[in-house]
């Protein structure tokens, strides 16, 4: 199958400061992907939604300027929480949809394990 | 009401056994379903699409009901790593935006 990156795959960091999550299609161009949080035992929530050089669609509920998206190239998305707090600890997950071989599928990336503290 | 729901379990199974569990969701106008399986702190991965007409990989047998809007999931001849959760996917248009269910824990034991 197809592979999706994800950069870091576990970040610890202080409350107030902000961290970026990479998420990079490394065989395919991505047309859309897809940001995921996880709380434990929780299903996939989606955050939003993003396309190479549009602004990212935002889930009711999730704040586009807490949670920041940049799209810029077909492999490449990336969020931002800014000024994390401990709530914000989770299991941040992408997805990227696209043509991987010869069928569109949504490949997930490894996950980003946030600890806020 | 969820747009896609899962009976949590565990589902406690013998290795050798057989389980099966469901997943309804609620938008009629659905198109694409899927199963994925997560282990625990991973990502979920792609274990089969789900077809109308009903799909088997291996011991693995996936089912469509569009008029109670349910799809199935049946494991044969349970083998202990297929202890995971299991969530099923539904996407509901053309360009990929799926909802997940919370996901079936199954639980194979010796």
């Known amino acids: 199958g197809a592979v999706v990156s994800q950069h870091p795959s576990r970040v610890i960091c202080k409350s107030g400061t902000s961290v970026k999550i990479e998420c990079r299609s490394l065989?395919?161009?991505?047309?859309?992907m897809f940001w995921y949080r996880q709380f434990p035992k929780q299903s996939l929530m989606l955050m939003a939604t993003?396309?190479?050089?549009?602004?990212?669609?935002?889930e009711q509920g999730v704040e586009k300027d807490k949670f920041l998206i940049n799209h810029a190239s077909l492999t490449l998305s990336t969020l931002t929480v800014t000024s994390a707090h401990p709530e914000d600890s989770s299991f941040y997950i992408c997805?990227?949809?696209?043509?991987?071989?010869?069928?569109?599928?949504?490949?997930f990336g490894p996950g980003t394990r946030l600890t806020v503290t | 009401r969820k747009e896609v729901e899962q009976d949590p379990g565990p589902f406690n199974v013998p290795e050798g056994a057989t389980v099966a569990f469901n997943c309804t969701y609620s938008?009629?106008?659905?198109?694409?379903f899927f199963w994925y399986r997560q282990d625990c702190r991973k990502e979920p991965k792609l274990l089969m699409s789900?077809?109308?007409s009903g799909n088997e990989d291996g011991r693995f047998t996936a089912q469509l009901n569009r008029a109670s809007q349910y799809i199935s999931l049946l494991i044969r001849d349970s083998k202990l790593s297929d202890s995971a959760t299991y969530l099923c996917?539904?996407?509901?248009?053309?360009?990929?935006?799926?909802?997940f269910g919370a996901g079936t824990q199954v639980v194979v034991t010796p």
């Open positions: 997805s990227a949809h696209g043509l991987a071989g010869n069928s569109y599928e949504q490949y």
């Open positions: 789900v077809y109308s």
């Open positions: 065989d395919f161009q991505a047309t859309t």
């Open positions: 993003s396309n190479e050089g549009s602004k990212a669609t935002y």
């Open positions: 938008n009629s106008a659905s198109q694409s």
């Open positions: 996917a539904v996407k509901g248009d053309s360009w990929g935006k799926f909802q």
